[in-house]
């Protein structure tokens, strides 16, 4: 079974930066594509951005291009998500997702976490 488990939420002001931590564990972290999803109530879960299992390649909504960042380091099975110049659109439940290992390109995944808490203040 595979447990995935986001961290690093809280409250910015408007302009501020924030960082999102995700771990996977009981799978081979190295060999799953993972992703960030938001969703905000009233609304459904809208993708935020996807980076493949070496790391070599990343993609992101156009509402955070160039505002935010994904990255991985397998040596640690952690992902990262580094939110900047964060708007009070950016509030939402922020929520990691894993796929199954050796997965297709594509944005479905298999496993989610919890979901963490990201709010931006004007």
């Known amino acids: 079974q595979v447990q995935v488990v986001e961290s690093g939420g809280g409250l910015v002001q408007a302009g501020g930066s924030l960082r999102l931590s995700c771990t996977a564990s009981?799978?081979?972290?190295?060999?799953?594509?993972m992703g960030w999803f938001r969703q905000v109530p009233g609304k459904s879960r809208e993708h935020v951005a996807t980076?493949?299992?070496?790391?070599?390649?990343?993609a992101y909504a156009d509402s955070v291009k160039g505002r935010f960042t994904i990255s991985r380091d397998n040596a640690k099975n952690t992902m990262y998500l580094h939110l900047d110049n964060l708007t009070p659109e950016d509030t939402a439940v922020y929520y990691c997702?894993?796929?199954?290992?050796?997965?297709?390109?594509?944005?479905?995944?298999?496993?989610w976490g919890q979901g963490t808490q990201v709010t931006v203040s004007s």
């Open positions: 997702a894993a796929a199954r290992p050796n997965a297709s390109w594509s944005y479905n995944y298999d496993y």
């Open positions: 009981g799978t081979i972290f190295s060999t799953i594509r």
């Open positions: 980076i493949t299992s070496s790391g070599g390649t990343a």
